[in-house]
């Protein structure tokens, strides 16, 4: 980064040069350079809060437990009262979101998301996580990659403008502008370790172990191993923890020691406290955005239900499902945007006209869906990861709502699986106001453990599709193979 400043500065005019020296300051909270010309503490704060309820709105809105929420906050309030800099009025939201995930946005806002909390062992692990998230605020990490991105854009300009006389491509500005995007959308390893020394830091001045950090990231591999082998190694890079938060095991010991932190003769774990909060606490889908019951995806609003294909796993998310199968076959099911199916008279011609416009489709027909108006048709298109075959399938759900499924093959498991993916599509129906009613989440329940129960026992009774034992060792962080005690408490999952 520091070399990349240089360039720039070598690159600018005088007043922009001025402006790029005046943000490079010392951080007292890190002791370290800090690049911030382009976003002040002020407007830090006035950021967070415009963005606040944008965030909250786009990952599930706020978790609606009173009692959970309060923990939460009542655990950041008390590691916030150790953090550097004075001025800042902390703000921590619970949101609910099945996601293992948190972040903060600048001026004091952090989150958590539920999904997190279930995979938590006690309440250091989650204060572990609130303090890395405090320590990101307080060293400024937000602000500091929006200058550097900021000062990117400068220098490109610059770089636009002088192209032709200095010999440089046409064009070369807008892709390093790309390039540079795509290198700050997650925190640097830098900033990482600053930020796990400075959560360090803030742990131990309210009496947690800083160890608590390692325990949760081993955690957070085992999820992270276990997601990638439902999705057949496949992950939306941004959608999780490990993604945005790059860290080893090796760098967290390394901030345990910067941190110079004196030891807690008798650090706060809270193991009793924390398991008695989440006793019933939703896990995985919340019926608001739809449910998954092994390959069956239910909507209550909505009021709609269908199965994925055998050997195919469900995942849900608040702008699709998507069931990824063998051979790297995929189903997604979403929606239209009601302004697109609102002005489209028939479901044939929002697929060839709106939804599909410029492809060489074959195979058009419309069919009835359980006395659904929809329309199908298929393309062969070329991914980065090779050619596939697209089954298009429109259904009509009312005057402004077009429900919508794909699925997508590589070419040699078309055949395969034509039969299986015409049973899903005819799955599709609607569902009365009773069934509507009777979608239920799913929830963690503690246990105590009783003699003769194991692991396995215990995992078969999750009511999920796959994947039951390993499920049930990363919520309790069990290695493969470890017993239980007897007389110890457990988390399970249960209807």
Known sequence: MRRLLRLLILSLPLLPLLAVLAGCAVN?????????????????IRIGAQE??????????????????????????????????SGLVYTFTLLNDDKVNAFALPGGYVYITRGLLALAENEAEVAGVLAHEIGHVTARHTAERYSTTQATNLGLI???????????????????????????SSY????????????????????????????FFEKMQAHDHL?????????????????????????????????????????LIGRPEFLDEIDGMVFGDDPQQGVRRGRVFMHPELRIRFEAPPDFVLFNSARQ??????????????????????????????IANVWARGLRLSGFERISINGQDAATASVRINTRSGTRDVRLVAVRGGPDR??????????????????????????????SEDEARAIKPLRIKVVTVRPGDTPQNLADRFPVEAFHLKWFETLNGLRPGQ?????????VVAE
């Open 28 to 44: 007292p909270v890190t002791g370290k350079q800090s690049f911030t010309a382009f976003m002040s503490r002020e407007d830090e």
């Open 52 to 85: 606040h309820p944008k965030l909250i709105k786009e990952f599930g809105g706020a978790y609606t437990d009173t009692k959970l929420r309060a923990y939460i906050k009542r655990t950041g309030l008390k590691l916030a009262s150790h953090a550097d800099g």
């Open 158 to 184: 610059v770089l636009g403008a002088l192209g032709s006389a200095a010999g440089v491509p046409s064009g070369i500005g807008r892709l390093a502008g790309l390039g540079a995007q795509a290198a700050l």
């Open 188 to 215: 640097s390893r830098e900033q990482e370790l600053e930020a796990d020394m400075l959560g360090v830091r803030y742990m131990t001045r309210a009496g947690y172990s800083p160890h608590a950090m390692s325990s």
């Open 227 to 267: 997601i990638r082998e439902m999705e057949g190694n496949k992950q939306d890079p941004t959608s999780h923890i490990m993604a945005t938060h790059p860290r080893t095991a090796k760098r967290i010991t390394q901030a345990i020691q910067l941190a110079h932190a004196t030891p807690v003769a008798d650090p």
């Open 321 to 350: 499902v998507v069931a990824r199968g063998p051979g790297k076959a995929v189903m997604v099911f979403d929606m239209a945007k009601e302004e697109s199916a609102r002005r489209t008279g028939s479901v044939k011609a929002y």
């Open 402 to 431: 077009i429900f919508r499924l794909a699925f997508i093959t590589p070419p040699a498991m078309t055949g395969r699986l034509s039969a299986d993916f015409r049973r899903a599509t005819y799955s599709f129906r609607r569902i």
């Open 483 to 491: 017993g239980l005690r007897t007389g110890g408490r457990v988390k």
